[in-house]
C-alpha cells in the first residue's frame, strides 16, 4: 500500500472491486462524500501533481472543462467547476 501511496496511486476497494485511482482523486472524494464520475477530472491548481492538499485541487466537469482552465481560466463556463479548493 505504501508503494502505491508514494507513487502517487492508491488501490481502493468500492463496492467489492479493487481499483487504482489518483491519490488526488481519493482526497476529494473523501472530501465530497462521494465516488467522482470517470468524466469529473481533478485539476491541480499549482499545476504540481504531487501536491494533493485540498485547497490546490479543483474537480472540473469534463476533458474540455479541464483544457479551458488550462487554457484560460476566465474562459471557464457556469457548471464547469464541481469543486473549488479555495473555496474551503
Ligand atoms: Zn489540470
Known amino acids: 500500500m505504501l508503494a502505491f501511496w ?3 496511486v492508491i488501490l ?3 463496492k467489492g472491486n479493487y481499483r487504482y485511482l489518483p491519490k488526488a482523486r481519493l482526497v476529494v ?3 465530497l462524500g462521494r465516488t ?3 468524466d469529473e477530472i481533478v485539476h491541480h491548481r ?3 501533481k504531487n501536491d494533493d492538499r485540498l485547497e490546490n485541487l479543483m474537480v472540473l466537469n469534463g476533458k474540455a472543462a ?3 482552465i488550462h487554457n484560460n481560466p476566465e ?3 457556469p457548471g464547469d467547476v464541481i469543486f473549488d ?3 474551503l
Open 12 to 14: 481502493k476497494k468500492t
Open 29 to 31: 472524494e473523501k472530501h
Open 75 to 77: 474562459s471557464l463556463k
Open 66 to 68: 479541464h483544457r479551458r
Open 36 to 38: 467522482l464520475n470517470p
Open 6 to 8: 508514494l507513487l502517487g
Open 46 to 48: 499549482n499545476e504540481k
Open 85 to 87: 479548493g479555495r473555496n
